[in-house]
């Protein structure tokens, strides 16, 4: 981020300038014989470049010339300060006022008009970053507002007592900083923004009690009295308190609990944007970060807020016409591409994403501009302009301040002014500082035009539209169709059909009036999107299906309207898979994955898919269970979504599809592990093995899972394991549990993890029927069990099944103590014709049982000659020969373990290529079909050729021909 100094200054000062500083010196000189000083005294050699550049710096050292020279022997000028240097100076100055309100008032404004000196001295002098002007600047305020409110509860005490809570404790007002100081980058002479709350109700308990309200009230006028009366001295700060519940009409100070109901039930967008900022400058620290913490789902909405576009228009439009109403034409502030439309471009991101990704709940503009590009929400080279104008605009709103102090951020209209701001910004005239500044101004407007431009509408020039617009607007139906026929739908009875259907029904009729805008808005252009594809009327039916799940969160509807390339991609895929349609409409916050077709169509690799996880949650309590779980099921949901986009538009073929599906739910399913394991044992301790390290846990994935050819949809077969030593094993935490029950607490909180309902639904379907003794086993198991069970108990069946088996998540020694059992059981040598025999009469149980009982139809996995009869022959013939072949125990997949068998001699090289071929185009059509919303079941005359060359080669290698 930009933290430049000012640009190198003209060494010697303009004449008028340097007159001028002539001056103030010989004026500044009689100020010191006036007080009794020397007449001389040794001047830094910034002297002359302040003094010229700020009246209010020359006339502060003119006015307490002694204190200005304890200043320039102190050397504060030649370093920055500290947030603790800054309190503990307004804490000295004010140490001798005692209770005389009068004299804190004039020690308060001495320090504050002190403190400013030197800030701007090293400002001008080209001595300060930006970052410590505006820290520093905020700091100073922090300091007087804390005194002045601690002054005040003294002057409250002596008449009222003060409140205390149940422990006794004293509470106090909670006074939150908004706007520039809440953010901490506070300008030189800006009006503070506040907020008053305190935590609980109750009276004072003093000789004159009063009711919490009322005593808060009168300490919140007290503090404001301190702060922004006009003495001799001047000001400290013009408090701004518009921006508090209610506003004017609101009370001084409110309880926390009143302010949050307040925002719940009242809160507008402008108040979002408001609290963006918000943070507690002075008081009760405690209560103030528990109020911001419980407003966070009022400024940052968990799902993505693309309605806060049209707002910050709405309210950028309102300050234009003001500042055009004052006539502020050359406004630094609020004129276009200033300051105002920097922040409007960082914190629109901010409320639109902020409930998504806390990492963007930031205070700090320039802080939210770098996360921006970290987040590939704005690009390097747009932060980097974005950033050097903030900068610049920031830079010169103080020498505009400065100057005078006062709280200006127009540009002078007179020669000597500019040449005076254009010299002290470090420019030879006005003309190349003007220069400078419009090129910023003009970068920044065009930035916020690209991120606010008013978003796609129908073309009043373009007839069809507006009759298409002007139908669905009063409901007529021989209008309607006619607009329908001319937008070029075939069916157009069909299309208005779809229509009415929204229209009519619950969704829709209860929209509010900014949700009915914002629909009439959308759908004349969500109907001319969709007359371009096939069939359009269907298209139309299911995106329609889409529009009237999201409905009652109008941002949804707000994102297509804003979004042209969001609304072509919904429609885009809803002609392209009914299942990816009900999905958006299950799960709308998908949508936010419509913005980018890069990532879109571009699934993560595995370790980009950890990486991405690990960021989902980065943000998330560990304790959060809940929080956690929901965000699982988002993360799966959208990279699910990128795996079907990407396998509809072609761009992933049929391997990559189930790597990716697989690689999902072996991360999710790592990730779970851990999860679960930490929340456990961090109320039982670990369970231990005799030499100290802690016992070991595993899941082993069979089926699908474990064979990577994961569907959409598909369930998860796991067993799970753990490692024990002989004898008894217990955790040792404060509340120890048997190692057994623990590991059991812990498959159960695994699978509730997995399979339980939360607000995004459901993680994945959990099938354990594979684990020793199916249904009636144990929920986990040891690894001594597993192998004794595999090894003497064990079916055929089971055995076929550990062909496709592998460890997926959790201890790694557990994963290879699992591979030793795997290996020694499957490379047993076997009676064969049993073998074949034991094989043959389970899938035929399995062709009878769960086959399609149509002969014109054919079931892609289930019925002879399907996937399962490839499965089934590879089974075989890995047990058939593992024994001697122990390179067919290296893989769990179908088609890597058919080129095994190839290479082995077992199978002919034709006959694996084609049985790979087979299983890929089985596979291919199922996902093809689970897209179409359709069930894996198909002509049977489509694939006879193929199902029949399946069912020779397995009668070739399981008919009994011994």
């Known amino acids: 981020m930009s933290n430049a100094n000012p640009a190198q200054r003209p060494a010697c000062l303009p004449e008028h300038l340097q007159t001028l500083f002539e001056q103030r010196r010989a004026a500044f000189v009689q100020a010191l014989l006036g007080a009794g ?60 006022a005692g209770p005389d309100e009068a004299a804190f008032m004039s020690q308060l404004r001495r320090v504050r008009h002190l403190e400013l000196v030197r800030i701007a001295w090293r400002d001008l002098a080209g001595d300060a970053w930006l970052s410590e002007v505006l820290a520093e600047l905020s700091w100073l305020a922090e300091a007087c ?41 506070l300008n030189f002479s800006s009006d503070i923004d506040l907020i008053f709350a ?110 806060v576009f049209q707002a910050l228009r709405e309210m950028k439009d309102l300050i234009n016409q003001e500042a055009a109403r004052r006539g502020k034409g050359h406004d630094v502030k609020l004129s276009p591409g200033g300051i105002r439309e920097v922040e409007f471009i960082g914190q629109a991101f901010q409320l639109i994403r902020g409930g998504r990704d806390a990492g963007l709940q930031l205070r700090g503009i320039r802080d939210v501009l770098a996360r921006l590009v970290e987040r590939d929400l704005l690009p390097a080279w747009a932060e980097a302009q974005l950033q050097a104008a903030y900068a610049f ?40 500082f003007r220069t400078e500044l419009s090129g910023h101004m003009r970068r920044v407007h065009e930035h916020f035009e690209q991120v606010f431009a008013t978003p796609q509408a129908v073309d009043e020039s373009d007839a069809s539209g507006r009759r298409l617009l002007h139908a669905w607007r009063r409901g007529a139906p021989d209008e309607l169709l006619g607009a329908l026929a001319d937008a070029g739908y075939a069916q157009p009875q069909e299309a208005a059909a779809h229509l009415q259907t929204l229209r009519t029904s619950n969704a829709c009729r209860s929209l509010s009036e900014t949700g009915r805008a914002r629909l009439d808005h959308l759908i004349p252009l969500l109907v001319r999107a969709v007359a371009a594809q096939a069939r359009p009327e269907a298209v139309l039916e299911r995106v329609l299906g889409v529009i009237q799940t999201i409905a009652r969160r109008s941002v949804y509807l707000a994102l297509l309207v804003e979004s042209p390339l969001a609304l072509s991609q919904l429609v885009k895929l809803c002609a392209a898979s009914p299942w990816i349609a009900r999905q958006l409409g299950r799960l709308p916050l998908l949508l936010d994955e419509l913005l980018d077709p890069r990532s879109l169509y571009t699934p993560p690799d595995r370790a980009a898919l950890a990486d991405e996880l690990a960021d989902a949650l980065r943000d998330i309590e560990p304790d959060d269970l809940e929080g956690v779980m929901d965000r ?27 790597d990716q599906l697989t690689w999902i739910a072996e991360v999710i399913l790592e990730r779970v592990v851990c999860v679960a394991r930490d929340s456990l044992a961090a109320r039982h301790g670990e369970p231990r093995l005799h030499n100290g390290d802690a016992a070991g846990f595993g899941i082993v994935g069979y089926g699908k899972l474990g064979g990577i050819e994961l569907g959409y949809g598909s369930d998860l077969d796991v067993v799970f394991l753990y490692h024990s030593d002989a004898g008894s094993m217990s955790t040792d935490g404060e509340r120890p549990l048997d190692a057994a029950v623990f590991f059991a607490r812990l498959a159960q909180r695994i699978v509730h993890m997995l399979t339980a309902y ?46 496709r088996a592998r460890f997926i998540a959790g201890t790694p020694g557990v994963g ?147």
């Open 758 to 803: 939360t607000p995004a639904g459901l993680l994945y379907e959990v099938d354990m029927r594979l684990r020793p003794s199916g249904a009636a086993g144990l929920l986990v198991s040891s690894l001594q069990a597993y192998a004794t069970y595999q090894q003497t108990q064990a079916w055929t069946w089971e055995h076929q099944a550990l062909v």
């Open 816 to 962: 290879d103590a699992f591979g030793a059992v795997r290996a020694a059981t499957l490379a047993r040598a076997r009676d064969l014709p049993a073998l074949r025999r034991e094989v043959r009469e389970m899938r035929e149980r399995m062709w009878r049982e769960l086959g399609s009982a149509d002969p014109q139809r054919f079931d892609l996995k289930k019925d002879p000659g399907g996937i399962a009869d490839i499965e089934f022959l590879v089974q075989y013939s890995v047990l058939a020969h593992a024994h001697a072949h122990p390179e067919l125990l290296r893989y769990t997949d179908n088609i890597r373990i058919l080129d095994t068998l190839s290479s082995a001699g077992l199978l002919g090289a034709g006959e694996a290529a084609f049985l790979a071929d087979a299983f890929r185009t089985l596979r291919d059509h199922i996902h093809a079909l689970t897209l179409q919303a359709e069930p894996a079941v198909v002509d049977a005359a489509d694939y006879a050729t193929l199902r029949n060359e399946i069912g020779r080669l397995w009668r070739q290698h399981l008919d009994d021909n011994d």
């Open 37 to 96: 000083l020397p007449a001389s005294f040794e001047a830094p050699p910034s002297l002359p470049a302040v003094w010229a550049a700020s009246d209010f710096v020359a006339e502060s050292c003119r006015r307490y010339p002694a204190a200005f020279l304890a200043l320039l022997d102190s050397g504060r000028l030649s370093h920055p300060a500290t947030r603790e240097d800054l309190a503990a100076a307004v804490d000295a100055a004010v140490a001798d």
């Open 393 to 432: 605009l920031r830079r010169v709103e103080n020498r505009l301040q400065m100057t005078a102090d006062q709280q200006t951020h127009a540009l002078p209209d007179d020669e000597p002014g500019r040449a005076r701001l254009a010299w002290s910004m470090g420019y030879t005239d006005w003309p190349a």
């Open 632 to 658: 699982l099921r988002q993360f799966k949901e959208t990279q699910v979504l990128r795996v079907a986009a990407a396998d509809v538009t072609g761009v992933l073929p049929l391997m990559r599809v189930s």
């Open 145 to 185: 507002i804390e005194a002045a409110l601690r002054f005040a509860e003294t002057a409250l005490d002596e008449r009222y007592g003060h409140p205390c809570d149940e422990d006794g404790r004293r509470v106090r007002l909670c006074v939150l900083g908004l706007g520039k100081l809440g953010g901490g980058e």
């Open 198 to 307: 305190y935590a609980t109700g109750g009276d004072t308990q003093g000789a004159k009690p009063l009711d919490r309200q009322q005593y808060f009230i009168r300490l919140g006028q007290r503090l404001i009295k301190l702060l922004t009366a006009q003495t001799a001295d001047g000001f400290v700060y013009r408090v701004d308190l518009r921006l508090r519940a209610f506003g004017d009409s609101g009370p001084l100070a409110m309880s926390c609990a009143a302010t949050e109901d307040y925002y719940q039930t009242h809160g507008r967008e402008w108040e979002r944007y408001a609290l963006i900022k918000a943070r507690v400058v002075a008081g009760d620290a405690a209560a103030g970060k528990a109020l911001l913490r419980n407003l966070r789902p009022f400024v940052y909405r968990r799902y993505l807020d693309y309605g």
